[in-house]
């Protein structure tokens, strides 16, 4: 058995994001919120990303708290959520991550539509 999809936990009271991963690929590590990088271009918001595009996020080195709590000296990153059909999707999902951490839940309305964990090939 083995996971098949990385687990992102956003935490609002400690200012962390949480990445669960197996041991061997990082295990579980710690970061600062206030350190996240999103690899997001305000101007590509009219861009068709013909491939798709995810949201990056990541981690300079220094940054990075192991599961004990240990400051390590690797830098991070991580794909964050579904495959966005273009810049204006992108955008938005990163937006709805930042005012969540940043201003709270009541600024992040709730998704009108939950996707399923199940992996249909079509996602």
Same mark, same amino acid.
């Given at each position: ?25 990082? $295990?579980?590590?710690?970061? /600062?919120? *206030?350190? @996240? ?9 009219? =861009?068709? +990303? ?18 004990? $709590?240990?400051?390590?000296? /690797?830098? *991070?990153? @991580? ?9 204006? =999707?992108? +955008? ?32």
């Amino acid at each position: 058995f083995t996971a098949r999809r990385l687990i992102v936990r956003f935490n609002r009271i400690t200012r962390k994001v949480y990445l669960l991963r197996p041991k061997n690929i990082g $295990g579980i590590v710690a970061l /600062d919120w *206030d350190k @996240t990088q999103a690899a997001v271009d305000p101007s590509m918001r009219h =861009e068709v +990303l013909p491939g798709g595009g995810f949201l990056i996020l990541s981690w300079d080195a220094g940054t990075v708290y192991d599961a004990d $709590g240990k400051l390590t000296d /690797d830098f *991070d990153g @991580t794909f964050v959520g579904r495959t966005a059909r273009n810049g204006a =999707e992108l +955008l938005a999902f990163w937006e709805y991550i930042r005012r969540y951490m940043e201003i709270g839940p009541e600024a992040a309305p709730p998704p009108k539509k939950l996707l399923s964990k199940t992996p249909w090939p079509w996602l």
